[in-house]
Protein backbone atom coordinates (compact mmCIF):
# COMPACT_ATOMS: atom_id res chain seq x y z
CA UNK A 1 0.00 0.00 0.00
CA UNK A 2 1.67 3.47 -0.91
CA UNK A 3 2.07 5.89 2.03
CA UNK A 4 1.94 9.60 2.56
CA UNK A 5 5.06 9.58 1.01
CA UNK A 6 3.55 9.05 -2.10
CA UNK A 7 1.72 12.39 -1.98
CA UNK A 8 5.38 14.29 -2.51
CA UNK A 9 6.71 14.74 -6.03
CA UNK A 10 8.32 11.89 -7.40
CA UNK A 11 11.69 12.62 -7.03
CA UNK A 12 13.30 12.90 -10.10
CA UNK A 13 11.40 15.23 -11.99
CA UNK A 14 10.27 14.24 -15.46
CA UNK A 15 11.44 17.67 -16.94
CA UNK A 16 13.50 20.76 -15.99
CA UNK A 17 13.54 23.93 -17.27
CA UNK A 18 16.37 26.15 -16.08
CA UNK A 19 16.49 30.44 -16.28
CA UNK A 20 20.09 29.85 -16.93
CA UNK A 21 20.84 33.19 -15.02
CA UNK A 22 24.18 35.43 -14.07
CA UNK A 23 26.52 34.93 -16.25
CA UNK A 24 27.30 38.63 -16.55
CA UNK A 25 27.85 38.82 -13.13
CA UNK A 26 29.81 36.59 -12.93
CA UNK A 27 32.06 37.54 -15.48
CA UNK A 28 32.39 40.96 -14.03
CA UNK A 29 33.30 39.36 -10.57
CA UNK A 30 36.72 38.01 -12.20
CA UNK A 31 37.07 41.51 -14.16
CA UNK A 32 36.30 39.82 -17.92
CA UNK A 33 34.34 40.95 -20.54
CA UNK A 34 30.89 39.75 -19.80
CA UNK A 35 31.04 37.14 -22.97
CA UNK A 36 33.58 35.19 -21.10
CA UNK A 37 30.67 34.55 -18.61
CA UNK A 38 27.91 33.13 -21.77
CA UNK A 39 31.19 31.20 -22.63
CA UNK A 40 31.41 29.60 -19.72
CA UNK A 41 27.79 29.22 -19.09
CA UNK A 42 28.19 26.89 -22.13
CA UNK A 43 30.50 24.84 -20.62
CA UNK A 44 28.23 24.16 -18.08
CA UNK A 45 25.41 23.31 -19.96
CA UNK A 46 27.34 20.76 -21.70
CA UNK A 47 27.61 19.01 -17.94
CA UNK A 48 24.27 19.99 -16.89
CA UNK A 49 22.43 17.82 -19.94
CA UNK A 50 24.88 14.84 -18.93
CA UNK A 51 24.15 15.26 -15.13
CA UNK A 52 20.08 14.92 -16.58
CA UNK A 53 20.97 12.25 -18.55
CA UNK A 54 22.25 10.28 -15.58
CA UNK A 55 19.43 10.89 -12.89
CA UNK A 56 16.74 9.77 -15.87
CA UNK A 57 15.59 13.33 -16.51
CA UNK A 58 13.77 12.88 -19.66
CA UNK A 59 13.38 16.74 -20.90
CA UNK A 60 15.81 19.63 -20.07
CA UNK A 61 14.25 23.13 -21.49
CA UNK A 62 16.99 26.33 -21.30
CA UNK A 63 16.19 29.54 -21.19
CA UNK A 64 19.67 31.24 -23.34
CA UNK A 65 18.09 34.23 -25.23
CA UNK A 66 14.66 36.03 -24.36
CA UNK A 67 12.80 38.03 -26.48
CA UNK A 68 13.76 40.91 -24.30
CA UNK A 69 17.37 40.52 -24.73
CA UNK A 70 17.86 41.83 -27.64
CA UNK A 71 17.71 45.08 -25.83
CA UNK A 72 20.96 44.45 -24.51
CA UNK A 73 24.14 46.31 -26.20
CA UNK A 74 24.98 44.69 -29.99
CA UNK A 75 28.31 43.05 -29.31
CA UNK A 76 26.64 41.03 -26.53
CA UNK A 77 23.89 40.17 -28.88
CA UNK A 78 26.22 39.66 -31.72
CA UNK A 79 28.27 37.46 -29.20
CA UNK A 80 25.42 35.51 -27.83
CA UNK A 81 24.90 34.32 -31.70
CA UNK A 82 28.25 33.26 -32.27
CA UNK A 83 28.52 31.60 -29.36
CA UNK A 84 25.08 29.78 -29.98
CA UNK A 85 26.63 29.02 -33.28
CA UNK A 86 29.83 28.06 -32.35
CA UNK A 87 28.67 25.88 -29.66
CA UNK A 88 26.37 24.01 -32.07
CA UNK A 89 29.14 22.92 -34.82
CA UNK A 90 31.63 22.08 -31.77
CA UNK A 91 29.39 20.43 -29.82
CA UNK A 92 27.29 18.42 -32.48
CA UNK A 93 28.37 15.11 -32.62
CA UNK A 94 29.00 14.93 -28.89
CA UNK A 95 25.34 15.16 -28.38
CA UNK A 96 24.52 12.61 -31.01
CA UNK A 97 26.34 10.35 -29.38
CA UNK A 98 25.21 11.20 -25.73
CA UNK A 99 21.22 10.41 -27.45
CA UNK A 100 20.43 14.75 -26.82
CA UNK A 101 17.63 15.58 -29.46
CA UNK A 102 17.52 19.25 -29.97
CA UNK A 103 14.78 21.42 -30.06
CA UNK A 104 14.77 25.09 -30.44
CA UNK A 105 12.03 27.14 -29.40
CA UNK A 106 10.99 30.71 -29.59
CA UNK A 107 10.58 32.77 -32.69
CA UNK A 108 12.44 32.37 -35.96
CA UNK A 109 12.02 35.50 -37.58
CA UNK A 110 13.81 37.27 -35.93
CA UNK A 111 17.02 35.67 -36.39
CA UNK A 112 19.95 35.96 -39.12
CA UNK A 113 20.15 33.46 -41.88
CA UNK A 114 23.03 31.44 -40.55
CA UNK A 115 21.83 31.34 -37.15
CA UNK A 116 18.62 30.11 -38.39
CA UNK A 117 20.62 27.17 -40.70
CA UNK A 118 22.58 26.22 -37.47
CA UNK A 119 19.25 25.84 -35.42
CA UNK A 120 17.68 23.73 -38.11
CA UNK A 121 20.96 21.54 -39.09
CA UNK A 122 21.36 20.63 -34.90
CA UNK A 123 17.61 19.65 -35.03
CA UNK A 124 17.61 17.68 -37.96
CA UNK A 125 20.48 15.60 -37.29
CA UNK A 126 19.33 14.71 -33.47
CA UNK A 127 16.07 14.28 -34.57
CA UNK A 128 15.86 9.88 -34.03
CA UNK A 129 17.50 10.49 -30.39
CA UNK A 130 15.64 9.50 -27.92
CA UNK A 131 17.85 9.17 -24.55
CA UNK A 132 17.15 13.14 -23.70
CA UNK A 133 14.81 15.77 -25.72
CA UNK A 134 17.22 19.30 -24.89
CA UNK A 135 14.92 22.75 -25.67
CA UNK A 136 16.63 25.71 -25.81
CA UNK A 137 14.57 28.43 -25.59
CA UNK A 138 16.25 31.11 -28.03
CA UNK A 139 14.69 34.34 -28.64
CA UNK A 140 11.59 33.08 -26.97
CA UNK A 141 9.51 34.91 -24.79
CA UNK A 142 6.19 33.51 -22.47
CA UNK A 143 3.85 36.41 -24.05
CA UNK A 144 5.41 35.39 -27.41
CA UNK A 145 4.25 31.75 -27.42
CA UNK A 146 0.87 32.97 -26.08
CA UNK A 147 0.27 35.29 -28.98
CA UNK A 148 1.27 32.06 -31.40
CA UNK A 149 -0.64 29.64 -30.14
CA UNK A 150 -3.65 32.04 -29.92
CA UNK A 151 -2.76 33.03 -33.75
CA UNK A 152 -2.72 29.72 -34.68
CA UNK A 153 -5.83 28.78 -33.59
CA UNK A 154 -7.80 32.07 -34.94
CA UNK A 155 -6.30 31.26 -38.30
CA UNK A 156 -7.41 27.51 -38.15
CA UNK A 157 -10.87 29.03 -36.95
CA UNK A 158 -10.74 26.53 -34.20
CA UNK A 159 -12.12 27.78 -30.67
CA UNK A 160 -10.22 28.52 -27.93
CA UNK A 161 -10.44 26.05 -24.79
CA UNK A 162 -7.40 24.87 -22.62
CA UNK A 163 -6.34 21.87 -24.24
CA UNK A 164 -6.51 23.44 -27.94
CA UNK A 165 -4.52 26.78 -26.61
CA UNK A 166 -1.99 24.28 -24.82
CA UNK A 167 -1.64 22.07 -27.89
CA UNK A 168 -0.62 24.86 -30.01
CA UNK A 169 1.99 26.09 -27.59
CA UNK A 170 6.21 25.52 -28.64
CA UNK A 171 6.13 23.10 -26.17
CA UNK A 172 3.31 20.92 -26.79
CA UNK A 173 5.50 17.91 -27.91
CA UNK A 174 7.20 18.32 -24.37
CA UNK A 175 4.54 19.28 -21.94
CA UNK A 176 4.86 21.08 -18.97
CA UNK A 177 8.05 21.17 -16.81
CA UNK A 178 7.84 20.05 -13.41
CA UNK A 179 10.65 22.39 -11.96
CA UNK A 180 11.66 25.62 -12.88
CA UNK A 181 14.91 26.48 -11.71
CA UNK A 182 16.44 30.10 -11.47
CA UNK A 183 20.17 30.69 -11.09
CA UNK A 184 21.38 34.28 -10.22
CA UNK A 185 19.58 35.00 -7.19
CA UNK A 186 16.73 36.52 -8.58
CA UNK A 187 13.13 35.96 -7.98
CA UNK A 188 11.18 36.12 -11.04
CA UNK A 189 10.07 34.41 -14.47
CA UNK A 190 11.21 37.26 -16.83
CA UNK A 191 8.34 35.68 -19.25
CA UNK A 192 9.73 32.11 -19.14
CA UNK A 193 7.20 29.87 -20.05
CA UNK A 194 4.21 31.61 -18.30
CA UNK A 195 0.94 29.27 -19.47
CA UNK A 196 3.52 26.10 -18.78
CA UNK A 197 4.58 27.04 -15.11
CA UNK A 198 1.22 27.26 -13.68
CA UNK A 199 1.53 24.30 -11.83
CA UNK A 200 5.36 24.03 -12.12
CA UNK A 201 7.34 23.88 -8.71
CA UNK A 202 9.65 26.78 -8.30
CA UNK A 203 13.14 27.04 -6.96
CA UNK A 204 15.52 29.60 -7.19
CA UNK A 205 19.48 29.92 -6.21
CA UNK A 206 21.69 32.34 -5.62
CA UNK A 207 24.33 29.91 -7.73
CA UNK A 208 25.51 31.97 -10.70
CA UNK A 209 24.91 29.92 -14.19
CA UNK A 210 28.67 29.61 -14.61
CA UNK A 211 28.98 28.06 -11.21
CA UNK A 212 26.08 25.37 -11.09
CA UNK A 213 27.47 21.97 -10.77
CA UNK A 214 26.55 18.68 -9.87
CA UNK A 215 25.85 19.82 -6.52
CA UNK A 216 23.87 22.80 -7.03
CA UNK A 217 21.46 20.21 -9.44
CA UNK A 218 21.04 17.88 -6.64
CA UNK A 219 20.08 20.72 -4.20
CA UNK A 220 16.85 21.80 -6.65
CA UNK A 221 16.46 18.06 -7.35
CA UNK A 222 16.31 17.20 -3.36
CA UNK A 223 13.66 20.22 -2.86
CA UNK A 224 11.83 19.35 -5.29
CA UNK A 225 11.65 15.99 -3.93
CA UNK A 226 9.71 17.38 -0.69
CA UNK A 227 7.18 19.46 -1.83
CA UNK A 228 3.80 18.14 -2.30
CA UNK A 229 1.97 18.80 -5.82
CA UNK A 230 -1.67 18.90 -4.97
CA UNK A 231 -2.76 21.19 -8.11
CA UNK A 232 -5.52 22.82 -6.48
CA UNK A 233 -6.57 19.82 -4.14
CA UNK A 234 -5.96 19.15 -0.68
CA UNK A 235 -3.37 17.08 0.80
CA UNK A 236 -6.23 14.28 1.48
CA UNK A 237 -7.41 13.81 -1.42
CA UNK A 238 -3.70 12.94 -3.30
CA UNK A 239 -3.16 9.56 -4.31
CA UNK A 240 -1.33 7.38 -1.54
CA UNK A 241 -2.85 9.83 1.34
CA UNK A 242 -4.12 6.92 4.14
CA UNK A 243 -6.72 9.52 4.99
CA UNK A 244 -10.05 8.51 2.70
CA UNK A 245 -11.26 11.83 1.13
CA UNK A 246 -14.76 13.23 2.14
C1 LIG B 1 21.98 35.02 -18.48
O1 LIG B 1 22.99 35.71 -17.84
C2 LIG B 1 22.24 34.82 -19.94
C3 LIG B 1 21.38 35.62 -20.82
C4 LIG B 1 20.40 36.38 -20.46
C5 LIG B 1 21.69 35.55 -22.24
P1 LIG B 1 23.01 37.30 -17.80
O2 LIG B 1 23.77 37.78 -18.99
O3 LIG B 1 21.65 37.84 -17.65
O4 LIG B 1 23.86 37.54 -16.50
P2 LIG B 1 23.59 38.64 -15.39
O5 LIG B 1 22.19 38.45 -14.89
O6 LIG B 1 23.77 39.98 -16.05
O7 LIG B 1 24.62 38.37 -14.35
C1 LIG C 1 16.41 35.81 -18.30
O1 LIG C 1 17.50 36.48 -17.77
C2 LIG C 1 16.70 35.34 -19.69
C3 LIG C 1 17.72 34.31 -19.82
C4 LIG C 1 18.34 33.69 -18.87
C5 LIG C 1 18.01 33.93 -21.18
P1 LIG C 1 17.62 38.08 -17.84
O2 LIG C 1 18.91 38.40 -17.19
O3 LIG C 1 17.44 38.55 -19.23
O4 LIG C 1 16.39 38.56 -16.96
P2 LIG C 1 16.12 39.94 -16.25
O5 LIG C 1 16.37 41.01 -17.27
O6 LIG C 1 17.05 40.05 -15.08
O7 LIG C 1 14.70 39.86 -15.79
MG1 LIG D 1 20.50 38.24 -16.03
Known amino acids: MRNAVAA ?6 RHIAIVMD ?8 RFLPRIAGHKQGVEVLKRTVRSCVLRGVQVLTVFAFSSENWKRPPDEVSGLMEILVVALSRELNQLKKEGVHLQFIGERAGLSERVK ?6 E ?7 TLILNVCFN ?8 QAAQALAAAGEPITEAALSAKLSTA ?4 PDLVVRTGGEMRLSNFLLWQAAYTELY ?13 LDAAIQAYAGRE ?7 DQLPGSQTASV
Open 8 to 13: VAESIP
Open 22 to 29: GNGRWASK
Open 117 to 122: KSLIEA
Open 124 to 130: RETADNH
Open 140 to 147: YGGRWDLV
Open 173 to 176: AVGD
Open 204 to 216: FCNVLWPDFDEAA
Open 229 to 235: RRFGMTS
